[in-house]
């Protein structure tokens, strides 16, 4: 019915020649559950999300803690398999920061106290997770869920930034892109819980990003965050 | 590794906070009880009950056994209310706790409850209002044709269901209500209270266009109406709302309400677009039981219609409520944000439509609102004046009668129904229709339609962008459904409607201007 409905549509023209359509509607009769949109068999969606990155377990550098956080803009793909059961794949593009505190307890590459020393990572990474939604009934709508998964990235981008200001006052910024102590691969797991498109997430790196036999210690493994879906 | 036990464990409480849902529990029967209704029901509703000539002793008003509701108690977390008409109970509980009831031989279906509902919209502007605007609302609907006969609702009862009436017991635009003591009852069946004269102003903008005055001006249609108030939505507790308006309508009905206006839509939250058929959706059931028992429900059409929804939500789909569809005061056409139908099983929807832009009163003073949330009470102000008029006609008769109202009747499309509906067509019931204002002449595959020049000449050109220069039009298959509608504005005496010659499955044409509605049968 639908089918024919759609097709006289397309077929049936109506042309006023000296009139003004100012409202014109074609019937179009949804009988079926769309294959495309949340809760439905395949969802994709654009998003975006804002997390720190705390010192949490000793032997951690220490960090700032708003200061050092992970920004992300994300591609994801959700399948569903049934009511309760989905599957999917994010494609990122993050940045990590690291403000590290200048203290005894962070062993460093050298023997100063920087004015400032961060730690920057860009990275492209893929992710694949299992999402439980708790909903028994829900429409055209994710609802709330549960996300497990596992990522891996490539660190396209690895910088250390120091900032000093010597004694006659002068200040000397400098920026190492690319050294061999940051490693160039990340990968770790992950938890997400949401509420439709408000997310609250947590990641545990399970990788080093700092090489550290070089004498560092390693940077903070927790990311916690929110996350924003640019869906309804 | 402490962290990581910490948060599985945070998740694990989520996991656990979330898996106990709310239910309906339907029973099979009402072993054991007994019902009186004149202990049970108001004298109104034992009224209209012998009015209509339904059965004082119907088995759906009977109450739900208490032996089961006392079984299901004690295998659930909690209960919370027994619908007579469902004769079902909404419980809280577990799927392991859902799973034991399911069992019990008395229990004949389990339905999950809706989560989120959303009032059919409002936005609010306080900076200034419009009083020409103020008294066009009910201009629309010929409101002083009522008027002038003395008919305001009076002897009537409206009930109204929404999100609070803050400022009902203050206002000076319901003062002609409170002296006359015409607000019958109140309930709030979220707080389980009587007090209702807080929370969301949703509810008291809506009351103000059925049965407000402001400034000596009727802001509604329904100023001599008895009112029943329930609060019966609460954002911060989304679970309870289908429960509450469900309770809502059985109160509704023992306290004798005639109508029910209530402009509220469920769609997204829990359901997909192809399931708005009138039969999927517990509130759309249950409305329709209202219906049965001669209470008129008046439903907005909902806001979606100019985004991905677009259709009318439920209860708006279902086929005992008069849903109603909002016009654009500025145009006097279907204003963008109004839902629009037909059913997915293809049934018309909305039924009429009204302005979806009103003067209301608020919390404090007077504003102006947008959406069909306030095109509904306009219409169930109508209704109040209709039953008025037509006491005998129950809710389905009434519903025709003011489907038969509609400026456009017969003509009917999916945004504005049949159009605002009018008070003189329901005064005089099968009001002649105006003369044949156009001719058509068929011509291969084309249609000249030529207006008498008498209806559209060149000095109408001033009215153009009102109703009065508007051609509504409705192309339709062999079932009735229609395939295309839409206006036209009319700037010439004489146009052309092509046909494409492919076209198979439009079987007619409907074609309305200034009153007069012509069909134009193809292929016959």
């Known amino acids: 019915m639908r089918t024919i409905l759609s097709i006289s549509l397309i077929l049936l023209t109506l042309s006023m020649f000296g009139q003004n359509v100012i409202l014109q509607e074609t019937v179009t009769n949804v009988t079926e559950k769309p294959k495309h949109g949340p809760n439905c068999r395949f969802f994709n969606h654009f998003y975006f999300s804002f997390g720190i990155n705390p010192t949490l377990q000793s032997g951690e550098t220490e960090v700032f803690l708003l200061s050092s956080n992970r920004v992300t803009l994300g591609n994801r793909q959700i399948f569903r398999l049934n009511n309760y059961i989905a599957t999917g794949f994010n494609i990122e593009l993050s940045t990590s920061n690291f403000k590290v505190k200048q203290n005894e307890n962070n062993q460093r590459l050298d023997s100063m106290f920087h004015e400032k020393e961060r730690y920057i990572f860009k990275d492209l990474s893929g992710s694949w997770f299992i999402r439980l939604n708790f909903d028994k009934r829900r429409g055209k709508y994710i609802g709330h869920f549960m996300d497990l998964g596992a990522y891996g990235g490539y660190n396209f981008s690895r910088q250390r930034f120091v900032k000093d200001i010597t004694t006659e006052n002068s200040i000397t910024k400098i920026w190492y892109k690319q050294p061999d102590y940051l490693n160039a691969f990340q990968y770790g797991v992950f938890v997400r819980i949401g509420l439709n498109r408000y997310v609250i997430y947590s990641g545990y790196r399970l990788s080093d990003l700092i090489d550290t036999s070089k004498g560092l210690t390693q940077l903070p493994a927790f990311t916690f965050g929110l996350e924003v879906g640019f869906h309804k | ?524």
């Open chain 2, 1 to 524: 590794m402490k962290h990581v036990k910490l948060l599985f464990f945070l998740f694990t409480v989520q996991i656990f906070t979330v898996n106990a849902q709310t239910h309906w529990v339907v029973f099979t029967d009402k072993e054991g009880t007994t019902f009186d209704p004149y202990a049970y029901f108001d004298a109104k509703a034992i009224e209209r009950r012998v009015q209509m000539g339904y059965d004082l002793y119907h088995y759906s008003d009977f109450p739900v056994s208490s032996k089961y509701v006392n079984d299901v108690a004690q295998h659930t977390d909690s209960v919370s209310y027994a619908s007579r008409w469902m004769n079902a109970l909404s419980v809280w509980a577990t799927p392991e706790q859902i799973q034991v009831v399911s069992g019990f031989p008395f229990v004949s279906e389990i339905i999950p409850i809706q989560q989120n509902y959303i009032l059919c919209g409002w936005e609010d502007y306080e900076s200034s209002f419009d009083t020409t605007l103020l008294t066009r609302q009910t201009l629309a609907m010929q409101g002083e044709q009522f008027r002038q006969q003395g008919i305001d609702g009076k002897g009537i009862r409206i009930a109204i269901f929404d999100g609070g009436f803050p400022g009902v017991d203050s206002h000076p635009a319901f003062e002609h209500i409170r002296t006359g003591n015409r607000i019958i009852k109140t309930y709030d069946f979220v707080k389980k209270s009587e007090f209702v004269y807080g929370y969301n102003a949703h509810g008291t903008m809506v009351m103000s266009v059925i049965g407000g005055i402001y400034d000596g001006k009727p802001m509604g249609l329904a100023t001599g109406a008895e009112f029943l108030l329930a609060r019966t939505e609460k954002n911060s507790e989304p679970y309870s709302e289908e429960v509450n308006w469900a309770a809502a309508l059985e109160w509704a009905d023992q306290n004798g309400a005639d109508i029910v206006n209530s402009s509220l839509g469920y769609t997204y939250h829990r359901y997909f677009p192809y399931e708005m058929n009138g039969q999927t959706a517990f509130v759309s059931r249950i409305a329709n039981t209202a219906a049965s028992k001669g209470i008129l429900v008046v439903n907005a059409a909902g806001n979606e219609g100019d985004n991905d929804w677009k259709i009318i939500g439920a209860p708006a789909d279902a086929d005992g409520i008069l849903t109603v569809g909002g016009i654009n005061p500025n145009t006097d056409y279907k204003i963008s944000f109004s839902s629009i139908g037909p059913t997915t099983d293809l049934r018309r929807k909305p039924d009429v439509s009204a302005y979806g832009q009103t003067i209301v009163a608020g919390k404090k003073g007077i504003k102006s609102a947008f959406g069909t949330s306030f095109a509904s009470p306009l219409v169930a102000g109508f209704a109040a004046c209709g039953k008025q008029l037509h006491p005998d006609a129950d809710a389905m008769l009434l519903k025709q009668y003011i489907q038969q109202s509609g400026l456009l009747y017969p003509h009917y499309d999916y945004g504005h129904g049949y159009g605002i509906p009018q008070a003189s067509k329901i005064i005089r019931l099968n009001s002649p229709m105006p003369d044949k204002n156009f001719e058509i002449t068929e011509e291969n595959e084309q249609l000249n339609i030529k207006f008498t020049k008498d209806t559209f000449s060149s000095e109408d050109y001033n009215l153009i962008g009102t109703y009065e220069s508007y051609l509504f039009y409705a192309w339709q298959d062999a079932n009735h459904v229609i395939t295309e509608w839409g206006v036209i504005q009319i700037t010439e005496q004489e146009f052309v409607i092509e046909r494409s010659a492919n076209s198979t499955s439009a079987t007619s044409l409907s074609l309305h201007f200034k009153g007069y509605t012509e069909v134009i049968e193809f292929n016959k």
